[in-house]
Nanobody, 123 residues
């Protein structure tokens, strides 16, 4: 069982930045691919970014590419999502997810999910 806890959400003005964190409680953290998803009110959950065991293997949605960076610290069981140049349309609940396949990407099965953290971007 993997438990994930996100933090770092909040209210930020358009153009600002936020760093979301996700703490994982699992001894084999480096074996998991980690993903970030978001869900805005009235919309379906969408893929944002994912990372394999190393920072060399990352994927981003077109909507955040160039503005977001995901990276991990396997020694601390942490994964992060740095979001810059935030836009009002980035407003959503952001979720961290883990895949035991170890394969990053938007279409991978993520078995474990955090509770989410709210990000609100004001215009």
């Amino acid at each position: 069982q993997v438990q994930l806890v996100e933090s770092g959400g909040g209210l930020v003005q358009a153009g600002g930045s936020l760093r979301l964190s996700c703490a994982a409680s699992v001894s084999t953290f480096s074996r998991y691919a980690m993903g970030w998803f978001r869900q805005a009110p009235g919309k379906e959950r969408e893929f944002v970014a994912s990372i394999g065991w190393s920072d060399r293997f990352t994927y981003y949605s077109e909507s955040v590419k160039g503005r977001a960076t995901t990276f991990r610290d396997n020694a601390k069981n942490m994964v992060y999502l740095q979001m810059n140049s935030l836009k009002p349309e980035d407003t959503a609940v952001y979720y961290c997810a883990a895949s035991s396949t170890g394969v990053p990407g938007p279409r991978v099965l993520y078995e474990y999910w955090g509770q989410g953290t709210q990000v609100t971007v004001s215009s």
